[in-house]
């Protein structure tokens, strides 16, 4: 069995935002990453802005998921939690996941916060995947 999304036209369009409803998803090695934030491999923080964060987060997400032989397309859940003064930036998040989930994007939970660990951080992205059984 594939992944399956469902858009059910009983709920608003999530998918111009980038999201699914809801996803049925095959038998596989359940993965659960750790929130991840614009940083790069020297935790340096990328850009001052929203749309760079996001990227790298991202990015970070493709490159664990790699490292247990996944990628983005075995992704089954997102969870954004983006910092109260970014609130108004959403559009620069739905287009990154517009951009790197084209077709069949995963279900996914935009949480606004007060904060996240270091202040310069916008958005942090945990994700959920089921890879494959080889």
Known sequence: MQRKVINPTTVFN????????????????????????????QERTVGPGI????????DNVEKVLAAVGGDLSHVIMLRLYIV??????????AEALRQRFAHNPPPSSWIIVSGL?????????EAEAVVPFS
């Open 14 to 41: 999530s998918l111009q935002y980038g999201f699914s409803q809801a996803m049925e998803v095959p038998e596989g090695r359940r993965i659960m990453l750790s929130g991840q934030v614009g940083v790069d491999a």
């Open 117 to 125: 660990s270091l202040p310069e951080w916008l958005i942090e992205v």
């Open 51 to 58: 749309a760079e964060q996001t990227a790298t987060a991202l």
């Open 84 to 93: 109260e003064s970014a609130r108004d930036q959403q559009e620069p998040i």
